[in-house]
């Protein structure tokens, strides 16, 4: 059964950068899909972040691809989210998913993180 | 890129079958067959219920039926049931290689 687990900190300053790592269990990255983010504001709808692929091709939103940095360890069956100078309007539930190519099939349990000094 | 368009809300009788409308442009859902739907209940992670435009993953009810016209995906559930009240989610991959949702449509069984 694939299983995907967040973790990174659930408060964030303002400016500041957030990293969120994603564990992947019961498949190995390196076989297929892309693996991707997406968040969701409070009381809002789903936002897709971005997506990268086991070898390190990157796609991103093309509203956060200034701020946003994807990547994958395969050592680890890990992958990445990076997104820089968060403000107040960053606060969500970020997800990371399997994707495969815009079909989300496995979710992780997702985590709040808010921006707030 | 822009959401893809859904309605906010909908509402349909236990039993009735409702159709919630997705419409995006032939740089998403036009140009390909890759329209997936997603549920969910509050406070929950959302559920894949269609792939691929019209395909259920395995122990989807098959009260959920999905299709595809030109720029315009449609997710219909058939026999309503109380727990079918839920956010659906239409999303699509683009000819820019991103992928993008729709805004949500709300669903209440009366």
């Known amino acids: 059964q694939v299983q995907l687990q967040e973790s990174g900190p659930g408060l964030v300053k303002p400016s500041e950068t957030l990293s969120l790592t994603c564990a992947v269990s019961?498949?190995?990255?390196?076989?297929?899909?892309?693996w991707g983010w997406i968040r969701q504001p409070p009381g809002k709808g789903l936002e897709w972040i971005g997506s990268?692929?086991?070898?390190?091709?990157?796609y991103y939103n093309p509203s956060l691809a200034s701020r946003a940095v994807l990547s994958v360890d395969t050592p680890t069956n890990q992958f990445s989210l990076q997104l820089r100078s968060m403000t107040a309007a960053d606060t969500a539930v970020y997800y990371c998913?399997?994707?495969?190519?815009?079909?989300?099939?496995?979710w992780g349990q997702g985590t709040l993180v808010t921006v707030s000094s | 890129q822009s959401a893809l368009t859904q309605p906010a809300s909908v509402s349909g009788s236990p039993g009735q079958s409702i159709t919630i409308s997705c419409t995006g442009t032939?740089?998403?859902?036009?140009?390909?067959?890759?329209v997936s739907w997603y549920q969910q209940h509050p406070g929950k992670v959302p559920k894949l219920i269609i792939y691929?435009?019209?395909n259920r993953p395995s122990g989807v009810s098959d009260r959920f039926s999905g299709s595809k016209s030109d720029n315009t995906a449609s997710l219909t559930i058939s026999g309503l049931q109380a727990e079918d009240e839920a956010d659906y989610y239409c999303?699509?991959?683009?000819?820019?290689?991103?992928?993008?949702f729709g805004g949500g449509t709300k669903l209440t069984v009366l």
């Open positions: 998913v399997r994707d495969g190519d815009a079909n989300f099939d496995y």
């Open positions: 019961g498949y190995s990255i390196t076989t297929g899909y892309h």
């Open positions: 990268v692929y086991r070898r390190g091709n990157t």
């Open positions: 032939s740089s998403d859902i036009g140009a390909y067959n890759y």
């Open positions: 691929d435009v019209s």
């Open positions: 999303a699509s991959y683009t000819t820019t290689i991103t992928r993008v």
